[in-house]
Nanobody
C-alpha cells in the first residue's frame, strides 16, 4: 500500500505563488506515475500535472507555463510549484500515485488552495 500526504495549500492573492508537496510512504518503489489533480466546487476532478518515473511531465492546458511538477526521488516526494495563480485555480488539490501491472491508484486527502482577487 501507498500513503500520500499533501502539504503547502493555503490562501494566496491572485498573481502569487504556492508550492505543494506530496510525500509518499509505504510500498513506494513500484510507483510509475505521480501527479496532481484538483476539484473545484461543483466541478469534476481534473488533471493538473503528472510526472513519470523517468521524468516525463504532462500538464493541463490551463496551467502550462505557470505550474511546474517535479520529483525528489530520495525523499519520495513530488512537488507542484504554482506561479501566477488565478482565482480559477481555487480548488482542493489531490496528490495521486499510480502503479501498473497490476494497476493500482492511490490518492492523498487533498489540500485546499484558495486564490483571492
Amino acid at each position: 500500500q501507498v500513503q500520500l500526504v499533501e502539504s503547502g495549500g493555503g490562501l494566496v492573492q491572485a498573481g502569487g505563488s504556492l508550492r505543494l508537496s506530496c510525500a509518499a510512504s509505504g510500498n513506494v518503489f513500484s510507483i510509475n506515475v505521480m501527479g496532481w489533480y484538483r476539484q473545484a466546487p461543483g466541478k469534476q476532478r481534473e488533471l493538473v500535472a503528472t510526472i513519470t518515473s523517468d521524468g516525463n511531465t504532462n500538464y493541463a492546458d490551463s496551467v502550462k507555463g505557470r505550474f511546474t511538477i517535479s520529483r525528489d526521488n530520495a525523499k519520495n516526494t513530488v512537488y507542484l510549484q504554482m506561479n501566477s495563480l488565478k482565482p480559477e485555480d481555487t480548488a482542493v488539490y489531490y496528490c495521486n500515485a499510480k502503479k501498473f501491472r497490476p494497476y493500482r491508484d492511490y490518492w492523498g486527502q487533498g489540500t485546499q488552495v484558495t486564490v483571492s482577487s
